[in-house]
C-alpha cells in the first residue's frame, strides 16, 4: 500500500472517516430512516451521526477480521437499504475498493461485472443469493462471500462481531477508492473506477451549492450506489443536517415521513419527482417547508419543477438540476425558482462550473462548432474517473484531447448556456428532440405520469406512455396535444412498472425498442 503524501492528504474525498467526522464535529444529529438496517435492525429507525460512526467503524473491524485488506476489491450486491452505504464506508475505512453494484440488476448482469472485477470479496444477502443470483457461478468469480444475514453458502458477518477495532487506512489520493457503473440504458453497464483526488473535485463545487442551505433537515431517494450520492452526503455531514432516508418512494409511504419531518432539503431522481408530484397538496403539506430540491442524473420536465415549487411555502424556494454522468460527475448547473420555473426552456442544463467543468459542443471529426449549431457535447472536468475496469480502449475513445464525449446531442448559446435534445444513440431523424417533446406533452397533459418517444422498427417515432392511476388514455386529448408536434406512431400505453429502467429510474430507451420490435409487453395496450 502506498502512503500519500502529507500535502496531499486533505486533497481527496474518502469515504471512510465521514461519519465520524460528522459526529465530531455535530454530534448527535439525528438520521431517521423508512426501515431497520440489515446489518444491524436491532438500533430500528431512529439514528445519530454518532450511532452510525460507530457501527462504520465495528463494520469495518468485522470486515478487516475477515480478511479484507486495502487495496482489495469488495463488490457490495445486497437488497436495498441504508446499510448499502454503511457497508461501503466500512470497506473504504481499511482501505480496501468498495464495488458497488445496483440491487435491481439482473442476475446474468451481476455476473459479469464480478467477473470484471479482480477476484473480489462479495457483501450479499439471502435474498440475492437465493434470487437473482442464483444460477450465477458466485464461488468461481469471488474470493469469499460474505453475508449480512444467514445465506446458505456465505460467511456471516456476524461471525465477527466483537473483532478488536482497527485503524483507518487512507490510500494515496490517485489510487483507486471506489468503483460505481453506468447505468446500463444502452447494455452491460461499465464499471466506473473513482479515485479520492478526483472526488474531492467533485465534492468541492457541491459544497459550495450546498452553503446558502447548510444545517437544513434533507430528504433523501437517491440510488446508495452511485455517486452522486455520495458527494451530497459528504455536503450534509459537513454543514451538519439531520438526514431523512428513504428506501420506499411510494407517496403512500412516503408522504406521512416528509410531513412529520418537513425537510428544508429534499434531492431523488427525476422520474421520482414526477410521481411526488402528488404530494404537491398531499394531508399534511409534506413539502411546504422545502427551501432546495436537487435534481441530477436526467433533465427534469418544466411542469414537475413548476409544480415542486408551488407546493412550498418558503418565501423564496429553488430547484438546482445537476448535469453529468458517472463518469464525470456534475459539469453543468442551473438554479430554478417559481418565477424562472414558469418560462422555463426543459432543454436548457445550465452553464459549466466555473473553475471545476467547461463544456463546449464538437462536431463529428471533434472540432468546436458555432453557437447554436448542434453537435456532441463534451466536458473538460477535473472530477473525470480515472479508467472503465477492464475497457481501457473504450475509455480512450471518449477523450477528445482532454475533451469527455458524453453521448448527448445538444448546443449552446452565446453565452454557454448548454441545451440537452437526445442521446446520440436515441435521435430520430424525424423528430428535432424527442426529449423536447415529451417536455411538450407532459405540460399539455397532466394525468400522464411518463412519456417516450422511441424508435420503432422502421424508425419512426413511436410514444410510450404511462398515465396515473392506470386510467386509459384519452385519444381525443391526445390527438389535440400532438397536433403541432411531429408526426408520430399510434400512442401505446404501458404501466409505469413495465418501463425497463436503471437504478436511478432512468428509462432504458434501447430496450423499450427492443421490447417494441418483438412483441407488446404482456398487460399493456395501445391506446
Not at 446499510?83 to 440491487?103: E, Q, Y
Not at 473483532?163 to 444502452?186: D, F, K, M, N, Q
Request: hydrophobic share 40%; aromatic share 6%; glycine share 8%.
Amino acid at each position: 500500500m502506498s502512503q500519500p503524501q502529507p500535502l496531499l492528504a486533505d486533497r481527496g474525498f474518502y469515504l471512510g472517516p465521514m461519519f465520524r467526522q460528522a459526529a465530531d464535529r455535530h454530534g448527535a444529529v439525528f438520521v431517521t430512516l423508512d426501515r431497520p438496517l440489515d446489518v444491524a435492525p436491532d438500533l430500528g429507525v431512529d439514528l445519530s451521526y454518532t450511532v452510525l460512526a460507530t457501527l462504520v467503524e465495528e463494520l469495518s473491524s468485522r470486515l478487516w477480521e475477515a480478511g479484507v485488506r486495502p487495496s482489495e476489491q469488495v463488490a457490495i450486491h445486497k437488497t436495498d437499504n441504508v446499510d448499502i452505504v454503511l457497508l461501503t464506508c466500512a470497506v473504504s475505512r481499511i482501505g480496501a475498493v468498495p464495488a458497488l453494484l445496483s440491487p435491481g440488476l439482473a442476475g446474468p448482469v451481476a455476473g459479469q461485472l464480478l467477473e470484471r472485477l479482480h477476484k473480489p470479496w462479495l457483501i450479499t444477502d439471502r435474498a440475492k443469493l437465493e434470487g437473482t443470483l442464483r444460477e450465477v457461478p458466485v464461488s468461481d468469480l469471488v474470493r469469499q462471500t460474505l453475508s449480512v444475514d444467514d445465506a446458505p453458502g456465505a460467511v456471516p458477518l456476524e461471525k465477527y462481531a466483537g473483532a478488536a477495532p482497527h485503524a483507518a487506512v487512507r490510500l494515496h489520493p490517485r489510487e483507486p477508492s471506489l468503483i460505481t457503473h453506468s447505468s446500463g440504458t444502452t447494455g452491460v453497464p461499465k464499471l466506473a473506477v473513482h479515485c479520492a483526488g478526483t472526488m474531492w473535485n467533485r465534492l468541492v463545487p457541491q459544497k459550495a451549492m450546498g452553503w446558502p442551505t447548510r444545517g437544513e433537515s434533507a430528504a433523501l431517494h437517491m440510488s446508495f450506489v452511485h455517486s452522486r450520492f455520495y458527494h451530497l452526503l459528504g455536503v450534509l455531514l459537513h454543514y451538519g443536517s439531520p438526514l431523512l432516508l428513504i428506501t420506499d418512494p411510494e407517496p403512500a409511504s412516503v408522504g406521512p415521513l416528509l410531513a412529520r419531518h418537513r425537510p428544508g432539503i429534499v434531492e431523488t431522481h427525476p422520474n421520482t419527482f414526477v410521481l411526488w408530484e402528488e404530494l404537491a397538496d398531499a394531508p399534511g403539506a409534506p413539502l411546504s417547508r422545502v427551501r432546495s430540491y436537487g435534481s441530477t442524473f436526467d433533465a427534469i420536465h418544466p411542469r414537475t419543477v413548476q409544480r415542486l415549487l408551488d407546493a412550498s411555502k418558503r418565501r423564496s424556494p429553488w430547484l438546482i438540476q445537476l448535469y453529468g454522468q458517472s463518469e464525470t460527475g456534475p459539469v453543468a448547473f442551473q438554479w430554478f425558482t417559481r418565477r424562472s420555473a414558469a418560462r422555463a426552456d426543459g432543454r436548457r442544463v445550465g452553464i459549466g462550473i466555473p473553475g471545476f467543468t467547461r463544456v463546449r459542443i464538437a462536431d463529428e471529426q471533434g472540432r468546436r462548432v458555432a453557437p447554436g449549431t448542434a453537435g456532441r457535447i463534451e466536458a473538460r472536468t477535473r472530477g473525470r474517473i480515472l479508467t472503465y475496469l477492464g475497457m481501457q480502449d473504450r475509455y480512450d475513445r471518449q477523450l477528445n484531447d482532454g475533451w469527455w464525449e458524453m453521448g448527448d446531442m445538444g448546443h449552446q448559446s452565446r453565452w454557454g448556456a448548454l441545451y440537452l435534445m437526445d442521446r446520440e444513440i436515441d435521435q430520430i431523424d424525424s423528430v428535432h428532440s424527442n426529449l423536447e417533446v415529451e417536455d411538450t406533452l407532459m405540460s399539455r397533459l397532466e394525468e400522464l405520469r411518463e412519456v417516450v418517444i422511441v424508435p420503432g422498427v422502421d424508425r419512426e417515432p413511436v410514444p410510450v406512455v404511462c398515465v396515473r392511476g392506470e386510467a386509459p388514455l384519452d385519444l381525443g386529448r391526445w390527438r389535440d396535444a400532438t397536433a403541432d408536434l411531429p408526426k408520430m406512431a399510434e400512442p401505446r400505453q404501458w404501466r409505469f412498472e413495465e418501463l425497463p429502467m436503471t437504478s436511478t429510474w432512468k428509462v432504458k430507451r434501447v430496450e423499450i425498442t427492443r421490447m417494441i420490435s418483438e412483441a407488446t409487453p404482456a398487460g399493456s395496450t395501445a391506446a
